[in-house]
Structures are given as C-alpha cells and as structure tokens.
T-cell receptor, first 115, second 107 residues
Framework: GAGVSQSPSNKVTEKGKDVELRCDPI?????LYWYRQRLGQGLEFLIY????????KSGLPSDRFSAERTGESVSTLTIQRTQQEDSAVYLC?????????????FGSGTRLTVV | AQRVTQPEKLLSVFKGAPVELKCNYS??????LFWYVQYSRQRLQLLLR??SRESIKGFTADLNKGETSFHLKKPFAQEEDSAMYYC?????????FGRGTSLIVHP
C-alpha cells in the first residue's frame, strides 16, 4: 500500500483480556518500529524489527507484551492480560533503511482503551 | 542515557509572530536529530533533519552542540502551522522522541 496501515483504529477491551494489534508496513521497508503514546506523553519505544535479524525488544514494558514480524511483512503486537495502564495509542512506523536519510513513515495508530 | 527534552507542552502565538520550539538533548556520541510534526487528524510525519540543513515550510533548526540544543524556528508563524511538534534523537537504530510541544497559532 501507499502508507503504513494499522488495525484496528480503535479497540476497547476489558481488563484481563488479550488484544492483538496489526501493522502493515510499506512494501520494501525493512525496518519496523512499535511505539506507545500515553495521553500527554511522548512516544515510548517498544520494539524494533530489521529484516530477518533478531528484534530489539528492549522497550517492551513487561512480559505481557510481545510482537512478531515475519520477514519484511506484517507485524502484530500482542498484549496479554491487559491492564488499565496499557490504555494508549500504539503507533507503528517503518523505514527503508535505518531511517536517518529517508525518515520514518508512521501509521495512524491504534487507540487502545482498557476498561 | 540519551534523552530528549521539550520543555514546553504548549506554545501559543499570533499569526505573523516568530516562533521557537525548544529541544534539548543528552547524548554521548555525535547526535542525529529530527523534527516530526503531527497536524490535526493526520499522521506523524518528518518535518526536517539536522544533517540536511534544510528549510521546510519556513522552519529551520540548527544543531548547537555546545548548548546541546536543536530548537525549531520560524520567523513568521502561520495558522496552518498549528500542530504537535516532536523532536527526535537517533540512538543507534532507534529514535528517541520528546514528549512534544503543541503549537497554536491564533489568527
């Protein structure tokens, strides 16, 4: 597609349920990032994928969070046993290289509300 | 540890006034810095990169290593500049973003 696509755009879930968020990057973009943005806060790095290399998971806040990406295609971010503090906008971004020259293309985000 | 600080959550100016959005960073290496912008109901997008020394939509940003700053400036603000602005620092392969500054330009 022409841009980074994220789904769903909005998700309301009950505390304790699992959720899965999807990111479809731009074709040919080898790098993919997940960020979390809580209300009034900056973007908090979660995880980084680069091609077929092992992902950098250093930003994942707990073992309830996991993400997968097969090759250079779709990525899914899974949050297990959701908590109210997980409520945030989850942003996905992709880039052709490490992003310094071409910049990062962001999706429109998934707004997660845990009730 | 690397850090990006945007001290102002909100900056409010009138059309035609100069605007400066502050960004300070801490980083032990040679910094690579960006400004990203998010207009209302739009996605976050790249505005400019320090390495390019470019002017985009009238905005410029100069890297000042002595003051560890990368402030974004525009001499005459326009209403369409109203948006959220994020300063970002590359840390290896991972960009670190500031918390953002909301710029409101009044007519």
């Amino acid at each position: 597609g022409a841009g980074v696509s994220q789904s769903p755009s909005n998700k309301v879930t009950e505390k304790g349920k699992d959720v899965e968020l999807r990111c479809d990057p731009i074709s040919g973009h080898t790098a993919l990032y997940w960020y979390r943005q809580r209300l009034g806060q900056g973007l908090e790095f979660l995880i980084y994928f680069q091609g077929n290399s092992a992902p950098d998971k250093s930003g994942l806040p707990s073992d309830r969070f996991s993400a997968e990406r097969t090759g250079e295609s779709v990525s899914t971010l899974t949050i297990q046993r959701t908590q109210q503090e997980d409520s945030a906008v989850y942003l996905c971004a992709s880039s052709r290289d490490r992003g310094f020259y071409s910049g990062y293309t962001f999706g429109s985000g998934t707004r997660l509300t845990v009730v | 540890a690397q850090r990006v600080t945007q001290p102002e959550k909100l900056l409010s100016v009138f059309k035609g006034a100069p605007v400066e959005l502050k960004c300070n960073y801490s980083y032990s290496g040679s910094p690579e810095l960006f400004w990203y912008v998010q207009y209302s109901r739009q996605r976050l997008q790249l505005l400019l990169r320090h390495i390019s020394r470019e002017s985009i939509k009238g905005f410029t940003a100069d890297l000042n290593k002595g003051e560890t700053s990368f402030h974004l400036k525009k001499p005459f603000a326009q209403e369409e500049d109203s948006a959220m602005y994020y300063c970002a620092l590359m840390n290896g392969y991972i960009p670190t973003f500031g918390r953002g500054t909301s710029l409101i330009v009044h007519p």
